[in-house]
């Protein structure tokens, strides 16, 4: 990893958004790093726009928002609309392409097209589109170790969901390997 990956997470509410976003903060609190992580979103919030910013790095932060991101991850057209022209010259987008239908025009920047919503969907992890994009961007980002991600996991799924568990592991598992 760089010195630091700022990532924004952009969807719909209730796309765990929040979620991943929390998955990936704590992955790299759990490897050591300086984190923040700053949850964004409407009044609707389920429905409604939701975003989360999230700072890894092996400096001390200075803000918590993500301005100008390393990393985008469009879960919806919405999102990708707002945030496409922000993210770094040389960075990096990866779009939910079952829920996107459209390609980003930049040549600045690496956009991977990944169907999560669909490949969930088929995998037996309806609703985790959002862990296969995590996936994802850890093949491609390497932003922490495997071992912090599985912990990162651990400490975000909450007791009275801890049958989630394996299947938010398998998701990582699908997306990755995608």
């Known amino acids: 990893m760089t010195k630091a990956l700022n990532i924004l997470l952009a969807g719909f509410g209730g796309q765990g958004i929040l979620f991943a976003g929390k998955v990936i903060a704590y992955a790299g609190l759990m490897d050591g790093m300086e984190v923040s992580w700053l949850p964004s979103y409407g009044p609707e919030m389920r429905g409604g726009t939701a975003n989360c910013s999230v700072c890894l790095s092996e400096v001390p932060i200075g803000s918590p928002q993500v301005v100008t991101p390393d990393v985008l991850v469009a879960m919806n057209i919405p999102s990708l609309d707002k945030f496409v022209d922000a993210v770094v010259p040389g960075g990096m987008i990866l779009v939910d392409s079952s829920l996107i ?78």
């Not at 996936?135 to 390497?142: H, V």
């Open 101 to 178: 239908d459209k390609k980003v025009e930049r040549s600045d920047i690496k956009t991977i097209y990944i169907p999560a919503t669909k490949i969930a969907e088929d995998n037996g992890f309806k609703g985790m589109a959002n862990m296969i994009m995590v996936g994802k961007l850890f093949a491609e980002a390497n932003f922490c170790s495997e071992e912090s991600l599985d912990k990162g996991i651990l400490k975000s799924v909450p007791p009275k969901k801890e049958k989630l568990i394996d299947a938010n592991r398998g998701a990582v598992k699908v997306g990755r390997e995608s």
